[in-house]
């Protein structure tokens, strides 16, 4: 075969990327040779926001020239940075091969001498940050709004070396793959700027990447069959995957680098499922809701997801919420120009007298009482028997709406000590009764619905605790009517606020020979609490969203 001849920028960063595709091309035994390219971006200095007024002048800034050096055959294959290519490649190019991501996440860097504080953003809370990224800026404005910025641009050591000029930046923004792979060069940067700043990378969780942030591309043309072979060899799937959902948000959205987007997706292998996190700063133009949000959202398929995530930011679905009549009027009268269907598919029942079960009896000298309660229903059916608490009663709830509902119920017991679980579920609040007592200090006193909270009772019984579980309640569901189902849209976000309350749905569509598929294939499934939302994954459902507060009132305006 020829010598494959591989284009790149001629900055570190960039040779840095080519020399790896290179180094993994030579070990399977191919001829390379490297050609160096000043792209528009080399040399025009200007920022984003100045090139931006031009128009999409800004996508493919860093590869036009490359690109051309491939269609006019100068060039066999070039490297990139994924995230600097535009989402569509000229008509004679493609992407041939995405061989690595490194570290996708931000790193914060600032020089020691500026630090100001242990926790984010580090520097003063109105210091100067120097970045051009769009995405960057938004997210900055919305997390710490006090702070100002400069546009900065350049290679990496030249923007590390203005943190120590008289005028500039407090902080810079850089690509924790960038530094990965630069630092594999020893003569990258002086010795004297690296000891002075310290280097900080950013949780993807509350600071999404640029989508496909720290992805190397191989493009290449695609009437070339030879090194289109020879690029599938040095090929990752696995990161083919993930990037396909990230980039496939920024292709559906029409985005460049001028768009305030950031994008965090990976695959839960526990679950089977996909998930992506996704940040849209309220300058993009066409999101429905024009201001900076987060969402978190999940499916089996990456591409449902994309779809799915594209028609939530861009377009009006109707909503269904599944639920009881006492709670959906009130939300009827909340919610009343909105499409939304309130569907009456359960009930709770209340007992007069509860029944108590000793589950687990080791310790009768414990003097602290411990009431655990998995939601408001149990907190209503302790006031049904005009139950009250002690001063030195211990209250554990599942969320911020049962600690509302139980400081409305119990007001007299507002200062009693009252802890939440972490994550809603009642298995986080056994695990959060371990972290703060012993077996030998209290007694556990479980308010459940009759069907019991197996997992809470398991892990502590384990653990020796001594436990009673008061069932005060119990949920009854029912059939809906066939011309209820008949009448629910399809394509829609369908909310089930429990696992009791899905299966009623389940058997509904059973009992009248419906195909839940019907409702699978464009229905958005959200769940109030891990504890359903694992329930539903368990019945090999996809779910496309979690919340983790039981509140039907949040999880509507999250979707309007």
């Known amino acids: 075969m020829k010598k494959i001849r591989i284009a790149t920028?001629?900055?570190?960063?960039?040779?840095?990327?080519?020399?790896?595709?290179?180094?993994?091309?030579?070990?399977?035994?191919?001829?390379?040779?490297?050609?160096?390219?000043?792209?528009?971006g080399d040399v025009n200095y200007a920022s984003f926001s100045e090139i931006a007024k031009k128009g999409d002048e800004t996508k493919g800034l860093f590869t036009k020239e490359i690109e051309e050096a491939l269609i006019h055959g100068s060039a066999d294959i070039a490297v990139h940075s994924l995230k600097d290519l535009p989402t569509k490649s000229p008509d004679e190019l493609m992407i041939a091969a995405l061989p690595q991501r490194l570290d996708f996440r931000d790193y914060w860097i600032f020089p020691k001498s500026k630090k100001y504080q242990e926790n984010f953003p580090y520097i003063h809370h109105d210091g100067k940050v120097g970045t051009s990224s769009f995405r960057r800026k938004s997210l900055l404005k919305y997390l710490c709004p006090s702070l100002n910025f400069i546009d900065i641009r350049g290679n990496v050591p030249t923007r590390i070396k203005k943190l120590f000029q008289e005028e500039g930046p407090d902080a810079i923004l850089l690509s924790g793959a960038g530094i990965e792979r630069l630092s594999l060069q020893n003569d990258w940067i002086e010795k004297e700027f690296l000891e002075n700043i310290e280097i900080i990378p950013l949780d993807p969780e509350w600071f999404p990447p640029a989508p496909g942030q720290g992805t190397l591309a191989v493009q290449c043309r695609k009437d070339d069959l030879e090194i289109i072979k020879a690029l599938k060899k040095i090929h990752n799937q696995e990161v083919e995957d993930i990037i396909s959902i990230e980039r496939g948000i920024l292709s559906r959205l029409e985005g460049g680098c001028h768009l305030p987007l950031g994008t965090y997706a990976k695959f839960d292998k526990q679950n089977n499922i996909y998930q992506l996190k996704v940040f849209v700063g309220k300058d993009y133009p066409y999101s429905k809701k024009q201001k900076n949000f987060y969402i978190n959202r999940f499916h089996k398929s990456k591409e449902k997801l994309v779809d799915f995530v594209y028609d939530e930011l861009t377009k009006d679905l109707p909503i269904v919420v599944f639920g009881k009549k006492q709670k959906n009027d009130v939300l009827k009268n909340k919610f009343i120009n909105h499409n939304i269907y309130f569907v009456n598919i359960i009930d709770t029942k209340y007992y007069d007298n509860f029944i108590i079960n000793i589950i687990n009896k080791t310790n009768l000298n414990n003097n602290i009482n411990i009431y655990t309660i998995f939601s408001a229903e149990g907190i209503r059916s302790l006031k049904n028997i005009n139950h009250s608490f002690n001063s030195?009663?211990?209250?554990?709830?599942?969320?911020?709406?049962?600690?509302?509902?139980?400081?409305?119920?119990f007001p007299e017991n507002k200062d009693n000590r009252i802890i939440l679980s972490d994550d809603g579920t009642a298995l986080g609040i056994a695990k959060k009764i371990e972290l703060n007592f012993s077996p030998s200090e209290v007694k556990i006193i479980s308010v459940t619905a009759k069907e019991s909270q197996k997992e809470f009772f398991d892990f502590l019984k384990e653990k020796n605790y001594c436990i009673e579980q008061w069932i005060g309640y119990e949920t009854q569901t029912r059939i809906l009517e066939k011309n209820e189902i008949d009448s629910l849209p399809k394509k829609a976000y369908f909310i089930f606020g429990s696992p009791s309350i899905f299966d009623a749905f389940y058997r509904s569509l059973n009992h009248h020979q419906t195909e839940l598929k019907n409702f699978v294939e464009e229905g958005r499934f959200i769940c109030l609490g891990k504890t359903t939302f694992q329930h539903i994954l368990n019945c090999g459902i996809p779910v496309y969203a979690v919340a983790q507060e039981p509140d039907y009132e949040m999880v509507i305006n999250e979707f309007l």
Do not use: M
């Open 392 to 409: 030195n009663d211990v209250i554990f709830l599942n969320g911020k709406k049962s600690l509302e509902v139980f400081n409305t119920t």
């Open 9 to 40: 920028r001629g900055s570190h960063l960039a040779l840095a990327q080519a020399k790896y595709v290179e180094e993994q091309l030579l070990n399977l035994g191919y001829n390379t040779e490297i050609v160096i390219i000043k792209t528009t």
